[in-house]
């Protein structure tokens, strides 16, 4: 095939299936290879021209599946204004995150999700105008609708709309399986896991509504085993 018609059905193969790059390039170099294969055994001199032919048309493969995922990659749109919540956040990675994004975009609001009333309390003594305290207790579902409804009321009252979910609460445990509860095995679960899953679910329908994100934050112990 000529260079146009593998720039055409690259850039066609990305709409029409929704192809990543990788897969645009293996599939057009599969396609290349079996071309080689089926190509008439005549001389070696023909062999080899049909292999640095296949090499060249797989270069420009490459060249315009990158040009098409530039092209038509899916566009995120960019918030100027919003609601961020940012789960487990009376420490750690969570508390920092969350002051910093306060200090930084001054025309969101930055809900910091804690489990105490002491930690909340905290918060608000800093003092700082957009960053405001959420008691949520991701573990528990009664929590989490508690919390979402706080969201629903502000994205009414003030009109911003909720643009991320950040679930970086979590906890650990240092235990032998052997030995390790089972009942404390699933309250970690509860929260690294189903309590993330619980408040997405909660809050997709505000994300969907402004093309928001939800971002999931999780640890380097999950590489290493106990």
Same mark, same amino acid.
């Given at each position: ?129 957009? #960053? ?73 329908? #505000? ?20």
């Amino acid at each position: 095939p000529s260079s146009t018609q593998i720039i055409d059905y690259s850039q066609q193969q990305f709409v029409d299936n929704n192809m990543g790059l990788v897969d645009i390039v293996s599939t057009g170099c599969q396609q290349i290879q079996q071309l080689f294969l089926n190509a008439p055994l005549g001389s070696s001199h023909t062999r080899y021209a049909t292999l640095a032919a296949a090499t060249a048309a797989c270069c420009i493969v490459s060249s315009s599946s990158l040009m098409a995922f530039l092209t038509f990659r899916k566009q995120y749109k960019v918030h100027k204004t919003g609601i961020i919540v940012v789960t487990g956040s009376s420490s750690g990675i969570g508390k920092h995150a969350t002051e910093y994004l306060a200090a930084k975009l001054s025309d969101f609001t930055v809900y910091a999700g804690v489990r105490k009333q002491s930690d909340a309390d905290k918060i608000t003594a800093l003092g700082v105008s957009n #960053l405001k305290p959420l008691l949520l207790d991701v573990s528990s579902h009664q929590s989490c609708v508690d919390a979402m409804e706080v969201i629903t009321a502000d994205v009414a009252k003030t009109g911003r709309p909720l643009v991320a979910v950040v679930n970086n609460a979590g906890v650990s445990r240092v235990a032998a399986c052997e030995y390790h509860r089972l009942d404390d095995m699933r309250a970690v679960f509860d929260t690294n896991f189903f309590g993330a899953v619980d408040l997405t679910q909660l809050a997709l329908p #505000l994300l969907r509504a402004s093309s928001g994100r939800v971002i999931m934050t999780s640890s380097i112990l999950g590489r290493f085993g106990t």
